[in-house]
């Protein structure tokens, strides 16, 4: 769930509804400064590069080791493949139907899944930047999706990291290339 605005961003606001002059500016100003406030609330807890199991073998056999897993493991929790969250969310909230938004519990449980699975391979001294990024990508996107699950129950927070998504899909594509 996401946090109240303070009250010295309702207050102003409140004050001038009950005075009859919130005019179409004043409550644009209003939307925006709730918006604003609410920011970008992050649930999960990134990992730390001590998280990390490092090895300080830089071999090309050790990083083509360390690529045979990452590729496992990537195998392992993207198959197969659930329904692409996107579809899942807009067919929901198009037919309004809450119940629809359980299909996403498939994407969660991969996120999930890749990110701790991640967590438990060896990985290079000069990999391990990338391989943190990468795997807290994996626990962003889990974060997003878990949240857009919960929209019918808030909604202003699954707006907020809806917003958040594009790039977010943008972060772990560019991780990856």
Known sequence: MIRRPPRSTLFPYTTLFRSGKLNKSA???????????????????????????????????????????????????????????????????????????????????AYGNLASGLMEITVPMKMKGLHLKLANNFLHLKDIIMRLQNFFEDPLGGFAVLKQYPGAGNEMFNTLV
């Open 27 to 109: 409550k644009e100003n209003l939307i925006n400064s709730i918006l604003s406030d609410i920011g970008n609330p992050q649930l999960y807890k990134p990992y730390k590069i001590s998280d990390v199991k490092i090895s300080n073998d830089n071999s090309k056999k050790a990083i083509r080791n360390y690529g045979n897993q990452l590729g496992t493991i990537i195998k392992k929790y993207s198959e197969p493949s659930p329904e692409p969250e996107i579809k899942v969310f807009k067919e929901a909230i198009d037919s309004n139907n809450k119940a629809g938004l359980k299909k996403l519990s498939a994407n969660i449980n």
